[in-house]
């Protein structure tokens, strides 16, 4: 077998077929200054098959951290290029083995700061840390031994059998922590976190649940603590019953993170959560804490998916994201007072599903993996967004008993195991008479979406025929089968909804005949069908008399992605409509999205002369609308609009003085966070004010996690060109770019539209650092780091910066290839739609 870098699909399926009854015992030692390396020692027990070859495990690492090799009681030389520990063959034996290794510990994934550090492993990032055989389907049982500060709280995927203080040794003062064996996991879900964290523990229908956490404001824990708690135990009472299977794992704890680089990690009973996300305070808008009771219940869903469950290779690994996500819609539904299920589905999902597949660097939900090191570009929005959307669909094609009974025995049969897509296919397969093999080849293995048209036929006042195309974005020949409703609108304010069964290219709605001609139609109403639906003529003058928040939901998308597709409406006519929509809407999800849709064109799709005349106007009637909006959290809504498109004196001024007295609008509640994004709003904006506000916010912060976040976008924000220079320069070594959240923020402030002009002159060596970055960051990294690099631009310049980049790599990663055509899209149908 060929020793090459990172894990082959060859050598992953090798090392399957000759290894097995796989157990790590593994002991770290952890210094209190973070400098310091972090001194290790391993034990792998394996079976193995068959000894007639060496066995690689995987370690990336530079060699001089290895220190011994002993395999079944001899030491060997050590034998490490390429990424690998080779064990040779002479040491090794048919069945059981046993290997030593003394090593320093990689950093790379070990995440350390002053006084915490927190393990992210995912795709294949725990043989960075120490040798394993890191693939999905070679689980095994871990032993942890972590030797800590004295005052360190810790926690790991199994519960803790010991403790043990040290007053002298190797690391004196120290508290040594000794974990239980782990149940059988795949090497990414091994996890553990220790630092000054306080340790909290609750009891909830006879489960205790320790959850750690570093956060200081009394007001967030107060209003935070239960329903964290809470909406863990409702989420598994929800998968317990869903599943049939009770929950499978010796613990289940978790840990909130400052700045964690996801929202949520799945680790098994140590789930790692971004703090920021968990702890809401009275500030929080309902979907703020919709998103909160989504990604708990997303994180826990992922028990059943992906952890008792697991992919036989990363090639599937949207198969447990889009389960969580699906899951996890399902748990919100009946987890959280007042959430509109259906809303919230089409919301979430479909901006963010077809802001990558209208691109053309979109890609299938299921992607081709020849070596894990480029597994982290497998993951986005497609596996995140549109795989639920499919996977509604296919609900819906089966009907949603025969679905469920599917998917458990789909998980009774590979529990504890590994699984691929066409084995759950084969099982759904035979529970339906629709053929799922031809329309998994559509959804799942093919990119892109259709775009529909019509054709509406009447006479004396009533339908004579309902027509309905599809033709593929691209054009080319591919069918996308699926179900969804067409709206027709009386004048008097009556409707008939339809159900369009589109399992051809043209298909003709039978239900419409006869029926009596409409002031217009609205398709898909219901917001579940996947593409770029045609638009009556009429629509726009009875948007707003659309009584179903859902069908208004439904438009607004559609319209957004007519209009980026340059069909039937310009940027202009759409913000016309939203301006005129925005002030009678009332429910709150969609004032999100009308107002992230707005603050786009505003931004991306205007001359900076149009924004300047537009300006002075859009303020008074956003802020006009904020005013008379009864309900608390659209008017905070509302008012993060306002705060977004202030380019006068007078808007400036007033947002000043809300910061400075902190002293926000009636109605409105803002809480730290908010004054600190006004403050930086502020600066981006170079307001002049007596005091420097930058500095005043930092004073007014309390929390030490917090205040080393502002301190580090300081100089992207800083008025001073140089400055900024210096900066941008600095994110070139890898030790800054460390804080992966930080870094994306103050991106997007240095890349803000009003920096433009000064800060383009960054965009060769962005793109220049993209290898790098993929190499040394978290998966969603790369495609975060051209997001805010590219995302506000609307040049000519900028887009032939990309092109010729392109051009001058033909042989690019073409995985990295498509992140950037995605990232690219909005610079790229700016240049046809700013004229």
């Known amino acids: 077998m060929p020793v090459v870098p990172g894990v082959s699909q060859e050598l992953a399926q090798d090392r399957a077929r000759r290894i097995s009854r796989l157990a790590y015992d593994l002991h770290l030692t952890i210094p209190a200054r973070k400098a310091e390396p972090i001194a290790a020692t391993e034990t792998v027990r394996f079976h193995l098959t068959a000894a007639d070859q060496p066995v690689q495990l995987d370690f990336k690492e530079q060699t001089a951290n290895l220190k ?161 708690f809470q909406i863990h135990a409702d989420a598994l009472k929800f998968l317990e019953d869903y599943t049939g299977i009770p929950y499978p794992f010796s613990k289940f704890d978790f ?171 084969q099982i759904l397969d035979a529970r339906t008479p629709a053929d799922l093999q031809a329309w998994n080849q559509v959804w799942v293995n093919q990119p892109g979406r259709p775009i529909f048209d019509y054709s509406l036929k009447t006479s004396n006042g009533k339908i004579t025929s309902l027509q309905l195309t599809q033709q593929a974005e691209d ?46 139609v609205l398709f898909n109403s219901t917001g579940l069908g996947y593409g770029v639906f045609p638009l009556d003529k009429q629509l726009t003058a009875g948007l707003t008399t659309l009584q179903n928040p859902v069908a208004r939901a439904a438009a607004y998308v559609n319209l957004y992605e007519n209009m980026l597709n340059g069909r039937t409406i310009a940027p202009r006519q759409l913000l016309e409509i939203y301006r005129q929509a925005l002030p009678k809407e009332q429910e709150e999800l969609n004032i999100k999205l009308l107002t992230g849709q707005l603050t786009d064109m505003y931004w991306k799709l205007l001359k900076p002369t149009e924004r300047a005349a537009l300006a002075p106007a ?43 007295k902190e002293q926000a609008p009636a109605g409105v509640k803002l809480t730290e966070d908010d004054y600190t994004a006004l403050a930086l709003a502020l600066a981006v904006r170079d307001y002049p004010a007596a005091t420097p506000i930058l500095p005043k916010q930092l004073a007014r912060i309390q929390n030490p996690d917090r205040k080393k976040r502002m301190e580090f976008l300081l100089p992207a924000l800083s008025p001073n060109v140089p400055t900024r220079d210096a900066f941008f320069a600095s994110l070139a070594d890898e030790k800054n770019r460390e804080k992966e959240a930080w870094v994306t923020t103050a991106l997007a402030y240095l890349h803000h539209p009003l920096r433009a002009a000064t800060s383009e002159k960054y965009l060769p060596q962005s793109l220049a650092l993209l290898e790098e970055i993929q190499q040394t960051g978290d998966i969603f990294f790369p495609y975060s780091w051209l997001q805010a690099t590219l995302g506000s631009y609307q040049t000519a310049t900028a887009a032939r910066t990309v092109r010729e980049f392109l051009a001058a790599h033909p042989t690019y990663n073409p995985k990295l290839r498509a992140k950037l055509l995605q990232a690219a899209d909005d610079v790229f149908r700016a240049e046809k739609l700013v004229l």
Not at 202 to 222: P, S, V
């Open 618 to 660: 859009l303020e008074k009637e956003l802020w006009r609308a904020m005013q008379q909006n009864p309900a608390a959290n659209s008017r905070k809504l509302l008012f993060k609009a306002y705060q977004s498109v202030a380019l006068t004196k007078e808007a400036q001024t007033r947002l000043y003085q809300v910061w400075d």
């Open 475 to 520: 054009k080319s020949e591919r069918l996308w089968p699926q179900l969804f409703e067409v709206l027709l609108v009386y004048p008097n304010g009556g409707v008939k909804e339809l159900t369009v069964n589109m399992n051809q290219r043209e298909v003709r709605v039978p239900t419409a005949q006869g029926e009596a001609t409409p002031a217009f």
């Open 255 to 425: 840990v909130a993170l400052p700045d964690f680089q996801y929202g949520g990690m799945e680790h098994v009973g140590a789930i790692d959560y971004k703090a920021s996300t968990l702890f809401l305070d009275e500030g929080a808008t309902q979907d703020q804490k919709i998103s909160r009771s989504n990604l708990i219940a997303h994180e826990t869903a992922h028990m059943w998916f992906g952890d008792l469950v697991t992919m036989q290779w990363f090639n599937d690994v949207w198969m447990k994201e889009v389960f969580a996500n699906f899951m996890a819609d399902k748990i919100t539904q009946v987890a959280v007072a007042n959430s509109n299920y259906d809303l919230k589905f089409v919301i979430d999902h479909y901006p963010a599903a077809y802001g990558v597949d209208r691109t053309t660097g979109a890609n299938p939900i299921r992607q081709e993996l020849d070596n894990l090191k480029d597994a982290g570009s497998l993951y986005g929005n497609i596996i995140y967004h549109k795989a639920p959307i499919m996977m509604r669909q296919l609900e819906r094609l089966m009907g949603e008993e025969p679905f469920r009974q599917g998917l458990q025995e789909y998980l009774k049969k590979y529990r504890f195991g590994n699984a691929t897509w066409p084995d759950l296919i």
């Open 68 to 228: 011994s090799v002993t395999v079944n009681g001899q030491a060997v030389a050590i034998d490490h290029h390429d990424e690998h520990v080779v064990l040779p063959a002479a040491s090794l034996k048919t069945g059981s083995n046993e290997v030593q290794i003394a090593f320093t510990a990689g950093n790379q994934s070990l995440n350390r700061n002053e006084d915490f550090l927190y393990t992210l492993l995912v795709p294949d990032r725990a043989r960075t840390v120490f040798p394993v055989f890191d693939q999905p389907n070679l689980k095994a049982s871990f032993r942890l031994t972590l030797s800590v500060p004295s005052g360190w709280e810790a926690l790991a995927n199994a519960p803790i059998d010991s403790t043990d203080v040290t007053l002298d040794g190797l690391l004196p003062g120290s508290t040594t922590y000794y974990f239980a064996p782990s149940d059988t996991i795949s090497t990414y879900l091994f996890s553990f976190a220790a630092g000054k964290f306080t340790r909290l523990s609750r009891t909830l229908a006879g489960r205790e649940m320790q959850f750690l956490h570093r956060e200081t404001d009394k007001d967030k824990l107060r209003l935070s603590l239960d329903p964290i």
